[in-house]
């Protein structure tokens, strides 16, 4: 990732290119370094910006996604951001959910890709065994449709973190929070324009997942790419990017 990491006020993030904002917010796992094919494909139109959220930093009581949420309001008023696009992945849908039905004058469209909020199978329905590097890499290929996109460097990543006792008490309880935080009966408060791009072969959030959404949201539009897991913008970036300036090219000319 050729991109810099700015620190600044207790926050780091990246900031590329100038235009409109689109805030991207990444998963439970998740890094930067996923959303690398959308800031290249993007930053020359607009202003394209990621805060890492600070899953591994909160105090152990307010580890959720609620907290998440007022995370982002804190960096969104500290950068004076409006008029925002926002991207979530994972429970980075679900936060931007979560952030949008607060504050929804900020915010003017959403794309959500295999987000939480609803349903999710995380660790593939089993608790991730931590001393097993074979277990961690399984899990992290299920979270693909092509398990060689789980590259080592992501897998060593992975077991990393939830080999650290104080990072994997958080990851639980976030999951936990995002499974206790269900959105179903929220979303029809939404308003604002909803893309939905999602791959056809999520094992993590299954497409009946993507159907609720596109169902419960009134403004929302759902979008397939076939062989493509749970992070779209990872395995098949050319599709994501297709489908996503398709989107904004239309809320651009409301």
């Given at each position: 990732?050729?991109?810099?990491?700015?620190?600044?006020?207790?926050?780091?993030?990246?900031?590329?290119?100038e235009g409109e904002v689109l805030l991207l917010l990444h998963g439970l796992m998740g890094a930067l370094s996923n959303w690398d094919k959308v800031i290249e494909g993007f930053r020359g139109q607009y202003r394209v910006i990621i805060p890492i959220l600070p899953i591994y930093d909160l105090p152990l009581l307010t580890t959720g996604v609620k907290s998440m949420a007022k995370y982002v309001h804190k960096f969104i008023k500290y950068k004076k951001l409006?008029?925002?696009?926002?991207?979530?992945?994972s429970l980075g849908g679900h936060v931007g959910l979560i952030y949008v039905l607060a504050h929804p004058t900020l915010v003017k469209a959403l794309v959500l890709t295999g987000s939480s909020g609803l349903y999710e199978n995380a660790f593939g329905g089993s608790f991730p065994r931590r001393e097993s590097y074979d277990f961690v890499k399984e899990k992290v290929e299920y979270t693909f449709?092509?398990?060689a996109t789980a590259t080592?460097?992501?897998v060593d990543d992975v077991y990393r973190i939830i080999n650290d006792r104080h990072s994997v008490i958080r990851i639980l309880a976030m999951a936990k929070s995002a499974i206790r935080h269900n959105m179903n009966k929220d979303l029809y408060k939404i308003k604002i324009p909803v893309s939905l791009i999602w791959?056809?072969?999520?094992?993590?959030?299954?497409?009946?997942v993507a159907i609720e959404f596109n169902e419960l949201l009134p403004d929302s539009e759902l979008h397939w790419i076939?062989?493509?897991?749970?992070?779209?913008?990872?395995?098949?970036?050319?599709?994501?990017?297709?489908?996503?300036?398709?989107?904004?090219?239309?809320?651009?000319?409301?």
């Open positions: 990732m050729d991109f810099v990491l700015k620190e600044e006020h207790g926050f780091s993030y990246i900031d590329e290119g409006t008029d925002i696009t926002l991207l979530g992945n449709y092509d398990p080592k460097e992501l791959g056809r072969d999520d094992k993590i959030t299954p497409p009946e076939d062989k493509c897991g749970h992070a779209p913008m990872m395995e098949q970036p050319e599709e994501f990017n297709k489908y996503l300036k398709v989107f904004l090219d239309k809320i651009k000319s409301k």
